[in-house]
T-cell receptor
């Protein structure tokens, strides 16, 4: 089955700097890769996603890149702000007509220092 | 607020008791997922519904766990004969396709 690894487990950056979180997956059939942000006491919130037919996607300060050959994808946050502090999870799944089994990474705790 | 609600938000129970959690998804979403999340870990898939049909169950879902989604609307997750290892956050997510919208979760503590 699918296995998703995520690094680093913790990341501290100064406000205004960039943050990069990397994930690798094992199942070459996976074709949908979402990223979630989870704040304390809340459920994960989808922040960006990418499909395997695209190499990069950007939404304001957030971007995701995907390397299908190497089976890894990364989250890039630029101009970090204190409110970006949270736990970030990557996930991998295979899209299909009858739903999909999402496998999540173990998470990265991001701290943005003012 | 994603529009997905879960009740109760917290549940403390004694070992051996049964508990039931409820998830109300976004009304037009036909897909509904249940996950379990323990401290410091990512969510682990438990089961998935498309409308009222339960299409997939994880091996994590022992015989003590059962989930339903009558009429393809709200869903319930029941744990029978709770064990201390069941203590976790139980998350529900609804989805129109691939994008998942999570509820706030139900935190279960088994004493």
């Amino acid at each position: 089955g699918e296995n998703v690894e995520q690094h680093p487990s913790t990341l501290s950056v100064q406000e205004g700097d960039s943050a990069v979180i990397k994930c690798t997956y094992s199942d070459s059939a996976s074709n949908y890769f979402p990223w979630y942000k989870q704040e304390l006491g809340k459920g994960p919130q989808l922040i960006i996603d990418i499909r395997s037919n695209v190499g990069e996607k950007k939404d304001q300060r957030i971007a995701v890149t995907l390397n299908k050959t190497a089976k890894h994808f990364s989250l890039h946050i630029t101009e970090t702000q204190p409110e970006d502090s949270a736990v970030y999870f990557c996930a991998a799944s295979i899209e299909g007509d009858y739903g999909q089994n999402f496998v999540f990474g173990p998470g990265t705790r991001l701290s943005v220092l003012p | 607020d994603t529009g997905v609600s879960q009740n109760p938000r917290h549940k403390i129970t004694k070992r051996g008791q049964n508990v039931t959690f409820r998830c109300d998804p976004i009304s037009e979403h036909n897909r509904l997922y249940w996950y379990r999340q323990t401290l410091g870990q990512g969510p682990e898939f438990l089961t998935y519904f498309q409308n009222e049909a339960q299409l997939e169950k994880s091996r994590l879902l022992s015989d003590r766990f059962s989930a339903e989604r009558p009429k393809g609307s709200f869903s319930t997750l029941e744990i029978q004969r709770t064990e201390q290892g069941d203590s976790a956050m139980y998350l529900c997510a609804s989805s129109p396709a691939s994008e998942q919208y999570f509820g706030p979760g139900t935190r279960l503590t088994v004493t």
